[in-house]
Structure formats: structure tokens, C-alpha cells
């Protein structure tokens, strides 16, 4: 397994890839993120409970019928953050991180869905509890997240994966909203991430049990190094995706590649979860960049 300071080596080297390789091609990047879209919303609300496929989200975006009976909370579920997701892509690198875009992420969110409680926090006696542990006091929401936020700011010489780690703990922590949390904190990731210069992650579904062990570690004793394991394979993943598109390879299977490699199947898939090979998920399924 990689240690911390190999992680943060790679990222550097496969960012700095990126940047060469992404010269003249926004159009291509462009269609790359369009594309991850569905994956993106699927896999965060799936995390919330929702019961929508990635198929069926791709029809909602796409404004294709479903095949069976869908509540309409969680259509705009799915619609919503979207529209988030497209306004963090466009908008990331104008506006810093503050209150206020928080809020306005949260307002988007639950459009049509909670009037009552969309584009604000936790007010009065408005208490929230995830398992055995408690949001924070709602008179102290507002102190506690501009706290996080300079904390953020300030220890720029930090790695991103350190940085981000800390603050999507510290919020879900804190559980500012009603409702929401989750899905603003994991928007808030991808929002500084583009602004700081790197490529937005994808936090799986299929990853869940391990998430939740990462907000059970920060609660007990502030540790965050299993958050900091899942953002950095998320991130060297989702460089991993974009080179091979970049660098014009041809994209298989890790299935195919096991056959034309002649290596085991299972090992290289052991590879790929630990981020060891350059292989990434699309749609549920391994792929490598092959030459």
C-alpha cells in the first residue's frame, strides 16, 4: 500500500501530466465531464439512500420516461444536484468558498423539494443526529463553519488531499442543514478542488462502508487518515480516466487487459482498487488505458 508522501508524489506528477496533456482540448475535457455527470449524482445520492440506478438517472437528465413509479423528491433529487454539479464546473474558479455559495449550493439542492428549510442552516431547536452523533448546537453553525473555512485557507501549504479531508470531516461534523449535508459536503470538495486547480473526484457508492469508518475515526479522535486514503484514490482515479482519454490511448476493460497481459485477473483488480495501475471505474466497470 502506498504511504501518504508516495500518494501525494503521484498526484503531483499525474497533474502535472494533465496539464500538458490538456492543452487545446477543452472540448474533450468538456465532454468528460458532461459524462460523469450521472455517475457523479448517482453515486452521492446512493450514498443519501436514494433508490435510483444510474440508468434511471441518465433518463431523468436525458427527460426520458422511467420504467416504474419514481417519487418525485427523488427526481429532483437527482435533477438538482445536476444543476449544482454544472454550476460548480462553470463557476468554481470565480467565487471563494463562503457562507453564502454554501448556502446557495443548499438552495439549489433542495429546490422543489423543502421550501422551508432550502438555502439556510439549522435554526432554533433544529437538531440533527447521524448514528450516534450529534450536529452541532444551531446558534453555532455560522462560528464553526467560518472557522473551518480559515482553517482552510490558512494552511495552504498543506497537501489538497490533507486539506480537503479536514474540511469535508469538520462540515459533516458540524451537519449544518436539515437535510442535504452529504451531498453540499461532497459538492464542496469538487468546488475547491477545481478552484485550487485539480480535477474533481468521485466519492463511490460501492465505497460506503469505508466512508462512514472515515466520520467514525474523525468522531472519536480527529484522526483523518481513512478520508484521506479515499479522497486520494479518488483523486489519482479520476486523473488516471482523464490521461487516458488525453493521451489518445485505447481504453479496454481491465477484464480485456487481464487477457492481453497475460496477468491475473483478480491481481490486477486487486491493483486497480489500490490505485497501484492506472485503471479507473466507468459505469460500474474497471478500465485501464492500454497502448
Known amino acids: ?78 435533477k438538482n444536484l445536476v444543476r449544482v454539479m454544472e454550476y460548480i464546473d462553470a463557476k468554481a474558479k470565480e467565487k471563494e468558498l463562503d457562507l453564502d455559495v454554501m448556502l446557495f449550493f443548499h438552495k439549489i439542492l433542495l429546490s ?30 455560522k462560528n464553526f463553519l ?3 473555512i480559515i482553517e482552510y485557507k490558512a494552511n495552504n501549504q ?8 479536514k474540511l469535508h470531516l469538520g462540515f ?3 451537519h449544518p442543514f436539515i437535510d442535504g449535508n452529504g451531498r453540499i459536503g461532497r459538492v464542496i470538495n469538487n468546488f475547491l478542488l477545481i478552484r485550487e486547480g485539480y480535477v474533481p ?6 465505497n460506503r462502508a469505508e466512508y462512514y469508518d472515515a466520520f467514525q475515526e474523525f468522531d472519536q479522535n480527529k484522526k483523518t487518515g481513512i478520508m484521506e486514503k479515499i479522497i486520494g484514490r479518488a483523486l489519482t482515479s479520476s486523473y488516471y480516466k482523464r490521461l487516458a482519454y488525453l493521451e489518445d490511448k485505447k481504453i479496454i476493460t481491465l477484464n480485456d487487459y487481464a487477457k ?6 483478480q491481481n490486477l483488480l486487486n491493483k486497480a ?19
Not at 63 to 78: K, W
Open 1 to 78: 500500500m502506498p504511504n501518504k508522501m508516495q500518494v501525494f508524489n503521484k498526484i503531483h506528477n499525474l497533474r502535472e501530466r494533465y496539464y500538458k496533456s490538456s492543452k487545446n482540448k477543452q472540448s474533450l475535457l468538456k465532454i468528460i465531464m458532461e459524462a460523469e455527470i450521472p455517475e457523479h449524482v448517482y453515486n452521492s445520492n446512493a450514498i443519501e439512500n436514494s433508490t435510483l440506478t444510474l440508468q434511471e438517472i441518465e433518463k431523468i437528465i436525458l427527460q426520458i420516461d422511467l420504467d416504474r413509479y419514481v417519487s418525485e423528491r427523488e427526481i429532483f433529487e437527482a
Open 112 to 141: 422543489n423539494i423543502n421550501s422551508d428549510i432550502a438555502g439556510r442552516f439549522r435554526r432554533g431547536d433544529e437538531f440533527v443526529r447521524v448514528g450516534a452523533h450529534i450536529g452541532a448546537v444551531p446558534k453555532d453553525i
Open 146 to 148: 467560518e472557522n473551518l
Open 158 to 165: 498543506e497537501h489538497i488531499i490533507k486539506r480537503i479531508s
Open 172 to 174: 459533516e461534523s458540524i
Open 201 to 206: 473526484i468521485n466519492i463511490k457508492y460501492i
Open 260 to 265: 492481453k497481459s497475460k496477468e491475473s485477473h
Open 273 to 291: 482498487k489500490r490505485q497501484t495501475i492506472p485503471a479507473f471505474r466507468e459505469k460500474g466497470v474497471w478500465k485501464i488505458g492500454s497502448k
